[in-house]
């Protein structure tokens, strides 16, 4: 019964906004405000001139202190987390995996809760959802890649021709599919790297010599000396790789907001 008022309320607020759609371009989102502002306008005053003159002005005076308060305890921003494990990392690292995981907390938390509340009918697919949203501070955010990735292929779709113009957003279009690139490779692909194994060399009498003197035309010194080159090209690559997609990352990170 809640669920169904509050279903209700939620329909009644999206027809008091004129029913918005969930992206536009910024042409098109002044297209929709001057539509809204003909068709409606009594909805249109109550949603913007109302709201800005006497609601807002309040609003905004005790949200000072609920934020002061927030971001020193439940809504740190300025602390980012790696998603390592706990132990030492260079700083190259530190930088490789922060970056993605600040992309895959994106992905999982924010664009997921941005779908969510545009679906409400999918709600109840989140556990506690209802608490994650009224009172978030009792539990952490909820991680749901697949509402994220729904929310992502959704806009890939946004530069499809036969949209009208005023629903068409071929730059949010293209980003979207480079962040669902993106994101796969961080949790799919690069995790399923298989490293090559190592040839360890046989060890000698004294088992405190880790370099026994081997004969360098043995078959054990060549799969020794192999193993090593393999993985140092295998590396070298990796590494490359890691750069490439990286270079990629930063260059959309003005895309990465809700």
Known sequence: MYSKIKLKIEEFKHWMAYQPPYALSSSAWSSFRKEFRQKAPIRYWIHHKFRRKYIYPVKWKYEKLSSWIRYRTTNRYHVLNTGLEPGYYDIDTK??????NLLKDFVEFEVAWKYLMGHHEEQKDVKNFWI?????????????PIHGLKHLEWETTLDDPSLPPMERSETQAVNAREIIALYNWWVKDRPARVEIPFAFLPKGDDEDDIF???????????????????????????????????????????????
């Not at 978030?136 to 955010?141: D, N």
């Open 212 to 258: 026994p003197d081997l004969d360098r035309n043995s078959d054990e010194y060549k799969a020794f000396s192999k193993s090593c080159d393999d993985r140092e090209v295998q590396s070298e690559k990796w590494d490359k790789e890691d750069d490439e997609m990286l270079i990629r990352l930063i260059k959309i990170r003005k895309c990465l907001w809700t």
């Open 132 to 144: 994650y949203k009224h009172i978030p501070f009792v539990y952490k955010w909820f991680r749901s």
């Open 95 to 100: 930088m490789l995996h922060v970056n993605f």
